[in-house]
Nanobody, 126 residues
Framework: QVQLVESGGGSVQAGGSLSLSCAAS????????MAWFRQTQGKEREGVAA????????HYSDSVKGRFTVSQGNGKNTLSLQMNSLKSEDTTMYYC???????????????????WGQGVQVTVSS
């Protein structure tokens, strides 16, 4: 059974940095996509970044490209999100997601993913 546990987040002033981490358990191999999403109340969940654990390019949304960086931990089942140059509009709940994929073809929509973490709050004050 796949479980995702996020950590990190918190509050920071605009222009600052925060780091999130997602620890996954229950993966039987590297044929999974892991992703970060965020959701502001009343809006649809927005993809931030996604990566296929079997290797390949990381995909970022245009709104975070150049500011956010995703990396895998040494154990491969940990996905970190380093967020730099944070803006007030980055304030929201961030969620880790995962689902099985045998190809480097991770879904862009939140509806593609079946496994979710509990979410962490990121607050950026201007």
């Amino acid at each position: 059974q796949v479980q995702l546990v996020e950590s990190g987040g918190g509050s920071v002033q605009a222009g600052g940095s925060l780091s999130l981490s997602c620890a996954a358990s229950g993966f039987t191999d590297s044929s999974y996509c892991m992703a970060w999403f965020r959701q502001t109340q009343g809006k649809e969940r927005e993809g931030v970044a996604a990566v296929w654990l079997g290797g390949g390019r990381i995909h970022y949304s245009d709104s975070v490209k150049g500011r956010f960086t995703v990396s895998q931990g040494n154990g491969k089942n940990t996905l970190s999100l380093q967020m730099n140059s944070l803006k007030s509009e980055d304030t929201t709940m961030y969620y880790c997601a995962a689902d099985r994929s045998y190809h480097n073809d991770c879904g862009k929509s939140w509806t593609w993913y079946n496994y979710w973490g509990q979410g962490v709050q990121v607050t950026v004050s201007s």
